[in-house]
């Protein structure tokens, strides 16, 4: 995303609760965007010199990673009015909850039974009544431990924690697949899909990617709404989106050690950069 916003991208990256439920999960997602977004027509972005009229004729794209992908292609299902001329679907996986989650089907199970016994521990009691300042002193401490942490990690982190009980609540009750099931998500794709335009990026080294699959989907479907469908393989993984450019401080004299550091650094973040310059590129040709 950063890499994007520096070619000169407006940039909203939409929150969402880490849910079994996909649907409710994309109309989250396209609600939350379309409430920012109006927000951004009315006031513009005056720190950046942005006026709102700058805004209103934007083209809009979408960028999805892994569940990303699955849920911006559920919004592109599920509405038809005010979405994205074009979508770059990274690493689309569209797995079933027993492949997505290792051991799912023994989990259930084992929260149930866990539960009742963790319910009567006065440790559970003492973390359920904690507060959310609590939890976040304690990782905030952590962050403390380690030299130049990036405080955006431990947002992130903090956000997750306060998302587990509900997740594990929903295991506990029962629930065994996600909503929609991964075939309801095909036929929704092969005769719902409105995005006019999709680009399927896929990792050399992506075991549990699908795009292959997608693609024999959606290609039909893209045709008969007179759209485009491009597909392109990349050197890197299914974590390649999610490389950081993390911070390495390098000491008073220059070591072997930061050279391996900064070395690695460079070979992590080349793949990122060429999916980045990858996505920019196809949205600039479907300029006018």
């Not at 002193?137 to 955006?152: H, I, K, N, P």
Request: aromatic share 10%.
């Amino acid at each position: 995303m950063e890499l994007l916003a520096k070619e000169g991208y407006l940039i909203v990256s939409v929150p969402y609760n880490v849910t079994f439920d996909h649907e409710r999960a994309a109309r989250e997602v396209y609600e939350r965007f379309h409430e920012c977004m109006d927000m951004l027509f009315s006031s513009g972005l005056p720190y950046a010199n942005i006026a709102a009229n700058d805004l209103m004729n934007l083209p809009l794209y979408s960028v999805g990673h892994s569940n990303g992908a699955l849920l911006q292609l559920l919004v592109g299902c599920y509405f038809a009015e005010k979405i994205p001329k074009a979508n770059a679907t990274v690493s689309f996986n569209n797995r079933p909850a027993s492949e997505a989650v290792p051991y799912f089907e023994q989990l259930g199970p084992t929260v149930s039974q866990v539960m009742p016994l963790m319910e009567a521990s006065p440790l559970y009691s003492m973390a359920r009544d904690a507060s959310g300042n609590a939890w976040k002193t304690l990782l905030d401490t952590a962050g403390t431990l380690v030299q130049e942490f990036d405080r955006e990690v431990m947002m992130s982190l903090n956000k997750f924690v306060d998302q587990l009980p509900s997740v594990m609540g929903q295991v506990s009750e029962g629930t065994s697949e996600f909503k929609p099931t991964p075939s309801e998500n095909r036929l929704f794709f092969k005769k719902s899909y409105n995005v006019p335009h999709t680009l399927l990026v896929k990792f050399s080294s992506d075991a549990i990617d699908e795009s292959d699959a997608l693609e024999k989907i959606l290609r039909p479907r893209v045709a008969s709404i007179g759209g485009t469908l491009k597909k392109v393989t990349l050197s890197g993984n299914h974590l390649t989106p999610c490389a950081q450019d993390l911070k390495w401080q390098v000491g008073y004299q220059y070591t072997p050690a930061d050279a391996l550091a900064q070395g690695l650094k460079s070979i992590s973040l080349n793949d990122t950069k060429v999916l980045a310059r990858t996505i920019s590129d196809w949205f600039q040709d479907l300029q006018p």
